[in-house]
């Protein structure tokens, strides 16, 4: 099934009022895989495929999960980074062992794309573009497109396509052996191959959604330079989550890499909640990590120590503080009813073949251009607890406002599905987002108990040159869409956390 801009645009204002379980399913997977410039939609789990022992059919005070770490990485698709489980055959046939026949990951890394002139590209490693591994940043080419604007030309006229923001590298997608930290969660644990961003947008707003299910109207990432939107503590004011959860006395922190993104709330505000990342290792290893806590890497800055995974850091960097991110967790005595969730902010401007959604929100609209209901596309998400599936994809669709409906329904009263009554929710969006809480399963698989990501991960690679940043010159300038220069904007209140074990093996100079 194919659908064309105009009936998935038409139909909004007939569609943004709706809920079903928060998203709004346009029809079932019908075309062939195989190389495709459309995109496709598709429903949820086939029968039988859904482990039954969720643990939303007990009551919340019974959930054997009381201990939730949420980790939000940066601009990356799922096609992009874990289309290729859908080719893994040693994946695939394990699947199948655990949950029949029909078991299947919706993947396509290989897909053609018609530019401004006409002519195909086809998708293709990362790496296959050079003989060193410093490729994989894409160097070579300009960060994807990935504004408001740029997103909804991808979505109805290809990833690049004029005006798209994008060149080739928009189209490369990374292996198991990019990403062995993630390969080694996925077969272990739960994949989400459905899991959307919450808009089709930019990374702040869809962050905001993560922490308060809106933006306030907000369509870009704030700025320093120029009158687009001031970047600084206190520019945004909807009440969040970590204050929902104290105000029920559930603990809750925000850990922090380098700067403290959730200051944007206010320093006031937020302040009780922020703590340094070398706090969270602490915490961990002692057993005293909040009910709650999300954990944030290093943005911005050098891309020599960048870990959100943004382009053009080194994804290297980013899995190895996954890496041990999930470790200290893993070794934790919290770790046996802990659920460690880890998603992306956006899809980045890169190739994926699922047409993004439609969601109940406050602030939809027929407009499409204001239209605040449309989601963004798919992104990777992955979740790891001993509570999890093992080797399993959960294909129901998903937002970032899913995890605060599970939040709401382990910690504030809200019913394990459906709107429900009661003042537990934050806005309408996460009120009617189906809750990621389905994926847990009430018994604790013993293979998962003394769990340990293993994994060997290339050396880091060298930064980009300066030739090639002069080249491909980041997007502030010409871009109001574009990351700020966060470099040291809040340590001096916030000093930046100390060097911590995920960086004790890189060198000082990567170039």
């Known amino acids: 099934m194919t659908l064309s801009r105009r009936a998935f645009v038409g139909g909004a204002a007939g569609l943004v009022a709706a809920s079903a379980a928060g998203a709004l399913g346009l029809g079932e997977l019908l075309d062939s895989p195989g190389a495709t410039t459309s995109l496709t939609t598709r429903v949820a789990n086939p029968p039988g495929a859904v482990p039954q022992d969720t643990i939303l059919s007990r009551p919340a005070s019974e959930s054997p999960v009381d201990t ?62 050079g003989t060193e591994r410093v490729e994989t940043r894409g160097c070579d080419f300009r960060e994807p497109g990935h504004s408001w604007s740029e997103a909804r030309i ?36 739960t994949v989400f191959d459905q899991w959307h961003s919450s808009l089709l947008g930019p990374t702040f707003p869809n962050r905001q959604y993560l922490l308060s299910a809106q933006s306030e109207g907000r369509k870009r990432n704030p700025s320093l330079a120029g009158n687009v939107q001031r970047f600084g503590p206190g520019i945004y004011s909807a009440e969040t989550i970590l204050e929902r ?84 967790f893993t070794e934790s005595p ?17 190739f994926d073949h699922v047409l993004p959604p439609l969601f109940a929100d406050q602030r939809a609209s027929s407009n499409d251009l204001d239209n605040f209901g449309q989601g963004g596309f798919r992104v990777p998400a992955l979740l790891a607890s001993p509570f999890a599936a093992p080797g399993w994809v959960d294909h129901r669709r998903y937002d970032h406002t899913s995890i605060l409906r599970f939040l709401e329904w382990r910690f504030l009263g809200a019913p394990p599905e459906g709107a429900g009554g009661g003042n537990w929710s934050l806005t309408q969006r996460d009120r009617n987002a189906l809750n990621m809480g389905a994926a847990l399963c009430t018994s604790t698989p013993d293979e998962v108990l003394g769990y340990d990501v293993n994994a060997s991960i290339p050396r880091p690679v060298r930064n980009c040159t300066p030739i090639q940043l002069a080249v491909n010159p980041p997007r502030p300038d010409a871009d109001p869409f574009a990351h700020p220069d966060v470099d040291s904007y809040f340590t001096s209140t916030f000093p930046p956390a100390a060097r911590e074990p995920w960086l004790a093996d890189v060198p000082d100079n990567l170039d």
């Open 245 to 328: 959860l104290a105000q029920a006395g559930v603990s809750a922190s925000y850990y922090y890499t380098r700067i403290p993104l959730v200051a944007l709330w206010g320093t006031d505000r937020m302040g009780p909640f922020i703590q340094s990342l070398d706090r969270y290792f602490e915490d961990a290893a002692a057993g005293r990590l909040p009910s709650v806590a999300f954990i944030e890497p290093n943005f911005g800055g050098s891309d020599a120590y960048r870990t959100d995974d943004h382009p053009r850091g080194d994804i290297g960097l980013g899995q190895r503080w996954v890496r041990e991110i999930f470790r200290a």
């Open 334 to 350: 919290q770790w046996k009813s802990g659920a460690f969730i880890l998603t992306y902010d956006e899809g980045g401007g890169f």
């Open 68 to 129: 939730v770490l949420v980790v939000m990485m940066e601009n990356r698709s799922f096609d992009h980074y874990l289309g290729w489980l859908a080719d893994d055959a040693t994946y695939l046939n394990a699947g199948r062992r655990r949950y029949g026949s029909r078991f299947s990951v919706d993947g396509r890394v290989h897909q053609i794309y018609a530019d401004g002139r006409g002519a195909e590209l086809s998708t293709r490693p990362a790496s296959s573009y």
């Open 154 to 189: 991808q979505r109805d006229q290809g990833f690049v396509a004029p005006r798209s923001g994008n060149d080739q590298f928009a189209l490369t997608y990374y292996t198991a052996g990019d990403l062995p930290v993630y390969a080694a969660m996925a077969r272990r644990f």
